[in-house]
């Protein structure tokens, strides 16, 4: 085991000015590409991310430390990004996750203040028994899956392009 | 096919400030982190990247405009950066990688003045004949597969933290 919640932090802490530098000067092209009909592009997936900080990491964090394993957490819908309606431009997007992420780690902070809390356990909807130290490594593994996704789907769409190279391109693998 | 030539150019130009984004706050544990023996730490990564800007990408480029099809350019040892024994700090790596990009990608602009120059050919020692356009397409894809495999290298040291989680995320597939 690897976690420590100074270090899972650190990672929390980079991706929104990460995917802001990564993102923010890519043209309409690269950012409503993705990997085929059902699967989400750049800007969908900051979306989602926005919608994890309201409504999945801390409110599951809060619920476990209120309601222990005595009952299941919500589920949380991973499509409910798709159904917005507003218009809103990337830089709000990216304003808008960076804050979010801002407040829900200082409620981290203040939610975990001792490794006991680090063991306490609730009870997922599909997975069973989780601990909190479970909770926050998944949240920055999270972060990390979809930094992935992103940089998947950006390759992807010069898969025919790069030509005999290909094969020597992992991402392309 | 999609190529760009300025698409991809937009690639090239984020990735030094992204890494230093991603990487810089993190501490010890992630940054010498890999996935197993012979695998590369996200310091190597960074290495390999600043290797690629002497030796590989541009130097192939000036190498197909002169040489063409008659020669096969030079292999490009992958493991170079390996054997330096200068320590540097991580800030000065990026330091190094932001202005050697910035070089290269003036030296690109330079170099690829019409679309005509894209159709060029040149025999490269494993692959036989490419062209301009799939090299610069590499290049740009070649940024991803390392972005990725940080990544995959971060994800990776919380497989086991992650707990029963792990089947949902992605990254560690």
């Not at 650190?10 to 923010?24: D, G, R």
């Not at 407040?103 to 997922?124: C, F, M, P, Q, R």
Request: proline share 4%; net charge negative; hydrophobic share 40%.
């Amino acid at each position: 085991m690897n976690f420590n919640l100074n270090e899972a932090i650190e990672i929390l802490e980079q991706t929104p000015k990460t995917l802001e530098s990564y993102l923010a000067n890519l043209s309409q092209g690269w950012m409503t590409s993705s990997e085929g009909e059902g699967t989400w592009n750049p800007v969908e997936v900051i979306d989602h991310l926005i919608e994890c900080e309201k409504h999945n990491f801390i409110p599951r964090l809060q619920f476990i430390l209120e309601a222990g394993e005595g009952e299941a957490f919500p589920p949380f819908d991973r499509f409910a990004h798709l159904n917005q309606s507003e218009e809103r431009t990337l830089g709000e997007r990216f304003s808008e996750f960076q804050t979010l992420r801002t407040e829900n780690i200082a409620k981290l902070k203040e939610l975990v203040d001792s490794d006991e809390v680090l063991e306490k356990t609730g009870s997922h909807p599909a997975l069973g028994t989780v601990k909190v130290r479970e909770l926050v490594s998944t949240w920055a593994v999270h972060d990390l899956t979809h930094i992935s996704q992103i940089t998947r789907v950006l390759a992807e769409r010069y898969r025919k392009d790069v030509g005999p190279w290909v094969e020597f391109l992992g991402v392309l693998k």
